[in-house]
């Protein structure tokens, strides 16, 4: 958008410290479109790196707003996130880490 200024919110988050992000006990997947207004790249990567186990994913060819843009290709990465951290058959354990520290992945294809 031409002229617009984010708001200084924006400029400064996330602003958790390393071991705030240290004590996260559960499978995290931080999702970044590749064309986000709002959030940082380099914010959405400092998460995945300083959550332990957590994956970065990053959505191509979309902005801020992918589950409107590109529906299937936002609910397909978080489809593939719960499939691979959930437990199989319905069993329940909240802090399952099947598919823990899996790394960068990119889902869809640059046009």
């Known amino acids: 958008m031409r002229g617009y200024r ?3 919110i924006m400029e400064t988050q996330p602003n958790y ?3 705030d992000l240290a004590r996260i006990a559960v ?3 931080i999702v970044q479109s590749e064309h986000d207004e709002f959030i940082k790249r380099e914010h ?3 998460l995945a790196a300083t959550i332990p186990g957590a994956r970065f994913v ?3 060819d979309v902005s801020h707003f ?3 843009q590109r529906p299937r290709l936002f609910n397909s990465a978080i ?3 719960a499939a691979d951290v959930l437990p199989p058959n319905g069993s329940h354990n909240r ?3 099947a598919g823990a520290n899996r790394g960068t992945e990119q889902i869809g294809v640059s046009t």
Do not use: D, I, S
Request: proline share 25%.
């Open 6 to 8: 984010p708001p200084p």
């Open 17 to 19: 410290t390393a071991p």
């Open 27 to 29: 499978p995290v997947a």
């Open 44 to 46: 959405a990567e400092y």
């Open 58 to 60: 990053e959505l191509r």
């Open 66 to 68: 992918a589950p409107l």
């Open 79 to 81: 489809l593939a996130f």
């Open 95 to 97: 802090c399952g880490r």
